[in-house]
């Protein structure tokens, strides 16, 4: 069982960065593909990024593309999301879920475990 805790989110204003991190325990993190998700107030979760467990793939929508990089440091169980360029359409809870294998998903369903989730909110 993978235990995911994500923290970084806050408030900033259009224009701004942060970085979250999810943290896992529990399991052999090294082995799982992690995406994040973002879920804005009344709408469906949304992908917005997932890398595999060796880092050699990663994948984003259109809409974050050239804003948002994820990375990942096995040894210290952590995938990383910085968002740059932010805006207020960048607004919602973001979670981070974890699949077995190498392979990053798009796909909520593919996941098997989530975080609680963490707020961001871009000011303008």
């Known amino acids: 069982q993978v235990q995911l805790v994500e923290s970084g989110g806050g408030l900033v204003q259009v224009g701004g960065s942060l970085r979250l991190s999810c943290v896992a325990s529990?399991?052999?993190?090294?082995?799982?593909?992690v995406g994040w998700f973002l879920q804005a107030p009344g709408k469906e979760r949304e992908f917005v990024a997932a890398?595999?467990?060796?880092?050699?793939?990663?994948k984003y929508p259109d809409s974050v593309k050239g804003r948002f990089s994820i990375s990942r440091d096995n040894a210290k169980n952590a995938v990383y999301l910085q968002m740059n360029s932010l805006k207020p359409e960048d607004t919602a809870v973001y979670y981070c879920?974890?699949?077995?294998?190498?392979?990053?998903?798009?796909?909520?369903?593919?996941?098997?475990?989530w975080g609680q989730g963490t707020q961001v909110t871009v000011s303008s």
């Open positions: 879920a974890a699949r077995a294998g190498n392979s990053p998903s798009l796909f909520m369903g593919e996941y098997y475990y």
């Open positions: 529990g399991g052999t993190f090294s082995q799982y593909a």
């Open positions: 890398i595999g467990y060796s880092s050699t793939v990663t």
